[in-house]
């Protein structure tokens, strides 16, 4: 199994209502997986948001805690619905209505990773998926909340970011035709997870640091966001999703040699995110 269901790097001093998340980073594969799966670890490699939580880890020295998964996305996906249960994959569980994530194969516990290539021989066992989210599932988002609460407890508002990579590939038909693509989409599910104002200043900070920014295609939010923004509750959850072309090699999942200056400009940009949620007074201190 994996040795931890997330990893939290908490600020010495919070000084920002806003979160940094990283669910789908996790690299912690168990061996006992990788023996009952059809591809090779590499292929199965090919679902994880590689490196992201490194991308991201300047947030507590910016005051912000920095929340990643420990166990990886083809494992368990955080970004889905607890219910989401893939009855392809899983044995006793029910057909529902149609599920566009579960009837391509990415429900909660995944059958397949990118390109749809399958991961498993045969079903699993429902009190396996179950230890799954009760093991890892659970854990995590019951951190998470904590982690808002705390953001609504000392500065009135809590600030989302959900960090992510894309596959250069998913960005070929986004924007018009010949045009450069973006390297950053920010998603708020048009507007129902975050705020414009507090969207409109996390655009600002990237497209400072020279990144090109588009939003919500070709990925808008997913559960997490559809789960805990509530902008009208001053709660604000905003999707960040990075080419993992501009930091590193898809095809050996390995950092390439712009990854540290991506890096660098990202810490700048996490500051600019960290002080949107600056408090009015003194700040609070980290538990």
Request: glycine share 16%; hydrophobic share 45%; proline share 4%.
């Given at each position: 199994m994996p040795k931890a269901a997330f990893h939290l790097t908490r600020p010495e001093l919070r000084t920002t209502s806003v979160v940094f998340a990283s669910p789908h980073s996790g690299r912690d594969y168990p061996r006992s997986f990788l023996d009952r799966a059809e591809i090779d670890e590499k292929v199965i490699r090919s679902s994880e948001d590689a490196f992201v939580d490194r991308l991201f880890e300047a947030a507590p020295r910016h005051g912000a805690p920095l929340i990643a998964a420990g166990a990886p996305r083809a494992y368990v996906d955080l970004n889905r619905a607890p219910e989401e249960l893939d009855p392809a994959l899983i044995e006793r569980v029910r057909r529902v209505a149609h599920n566009p994530r579960i009837a391509s194969g990415l429900g909660v516990i995944p059958r397949v990773v990118a390109n749809g290539r399958p991961i498993y021989r045969g079903k699993l066992r429902l009190e396996e998926a179950h230890h799954r989210l009760t093991g890892y599932w659970r854990p995590y988002h019951d951190a998470l909340q904590t982690l808002l609460d705390q953001s609504h407890a000392g500065f009135g508002e809590a600030i989302l970011i959900d960090c992510h990579s894309m596959p250069h590939e998913a960005l070929e038909n986004v924007g018009p035709a010949g045009a450069p693509r973006p390297e950053i989409v920010l998603g708020d599910r048009f507007g129902a997870s975050a705020a414009a104002a507090v969207v409109d200043r996390i655009e600002a900070a990237f497209s400072a640091a020279g990144f090109r920014v588009a939003r919500n295609m070709p990925f808008a939010g997913a559960y997490i966001c559809q789960h805990y923004g509530r902008p009208s509750r001053r709660q604000h959850c905003v999707q960040v999703e990075i080419d993992r072309s501009v930091y590193m090699d898809?095809?050996?999942?390995?950092?390439?040699?712009?990854?540290?200056?991506?890096?660098?400009?990202?810490?700048?940009?996490?500051?600019?995110?960290?002080a949107i949620g600056a408090p009015r007074d003194m700040p609070v201190a980290a538990e």
């Open positions: 898809e095809a050996r999942i390995e950092p390439h040699g712009g990854f540290d200056t991506v890096k660098g400009l990202l810490d700048g940009v996490i500051a600019e995110i960290a």
